[in-house]
């Protein structure tokens, strides 16, 4: 039976690493590292490089981790985590076709991907097709974001419907989260995402952005469908604030949706939960799957 189990990240703003309530992401940071957009709310900047992270990552084989570029000026950043510990992180934040294989000859598990896919706000299969390409066709080595926000008008079962965010989750695109067809994108408006897309990539990555870095609690309706929807794996973030959450995910998903936590970790300011509780965790989890 598949246990949820806790992923890591490290999330890199204007070139440090930082917990951003994602949110407030309005706006191009200004490129200096001491300053930040007036609308911006940050829950903590940390002192240590991501290489800092990265290395305690390693130490603790807390694999699949992933580290995302919020904005410009955070590559030198990325490649730190990268060089402290190769092999050990998905990388996401600016990817598209031009610099997937680059980012995973530097280092990267796994390229992450999302508003490249979406030019103008509507996916384009093609790009999708492309960035696959540049990795020479394997799809283990793709994550496809679906990060999200909730919107209105939905139908059925609680009336929950979400749409794929991009742009730092600001800007909307024409593509839900949905249970999809396993079609290749039927000509329905808006497309369709998991089972159209879970041929092209090996796991999902979903930040539910209304709630992230909030520290409020996670979106349950979201967790229990992509426990339903998804067949390959697929982490979710935004809300978590304990380890009472990775259970809660464990149960609501069936063990099908790993969880990230951010702002609550203690590493990162945080009062929730201890990465040495999360590490804890996942021991206990795999002993369990072992059994």
């Not at 030198?76 to 990388?91: C, E, N, R």
């Not at 930040?207 to 998804?230: F, P």
Request: net charge negative; with cysteine; hydrophobic share 40%.
């Amino acid at each position: 039976m598949p246990r949820c189990t806790f992923r890591p990240c490290i999330d890199l703003h204007a070139g440090q690493v930082k917990q951003i309530v994602g949110g407030t992401l309005h706006t191009t940071p200004s490129p200096s590292a001491s300053t930040s957009t007036p609308s911006l709310q940050t829950n903590h900047i940390s002192p240590h490089p991501p290489s800092y992270f990265a290395s305690l990552y390693r130490a603790h084989h807390l694999r699949g981790g992933h580290v995302i570029m919020l904005g410009p000026g955070n590559e030198a950043a990325a490649a730190d985590a990268l060089q402290a510990w190769p092999g050990g992180f998905h990388v996401g934040g600016g990817i598209g076709a031009a610099n997937a294989g680059a980012w995973i000859a530097r280092g990267a598990e796994k390229v992450i991907v999302t508003s490249y896919l979406f030019p103008e706000g509507r996916f384009a299969l093609e790009r999708l097709r492309d960035v696959l390409a540049a990795l020479g066709g394997q799809r283990a080595k793709l994550v496809v974001d679906l990060s999200c926000r909730r919107v209105e008008g939905g139908e059925g079962d609680g009336g929950a419907r979400w749409a794929v965010a991009m742009d730092k989750w600001q800007r909307l695109t024409d593509m839900e989260v949905d249970a999809g067809s396993g079609s290749p994108f039927p000509s329905s408006s808006p497309p369709q995402s998991i089972a159209a897309l879970e041929p092209y990539c090996s796991e999902f990555l979903v930040h539910a952005a209304d709630v992230e870095g909030l520290q409020g609690g996670i979106d349950q309706e979201l967790v229990a469908r992509l426990g339903e929807w998804c067949s390959i794996p697929v982490t979710y973030a935004g809300g978590g604030r304990s380890v009472a959450d990775l259970a809660l995910v464990d149960r609501l998903a069936g063990g099908r949706v790993d969880l990230t936590i951010g702002s609550a970790l203690d590493i990162f300011g945080g009062e929730g939960v201890t990465l040495e509780e999360c590490v804890e965790w996942n021991a206990r989890r795999a002993g369990e799957a072992a059994s």
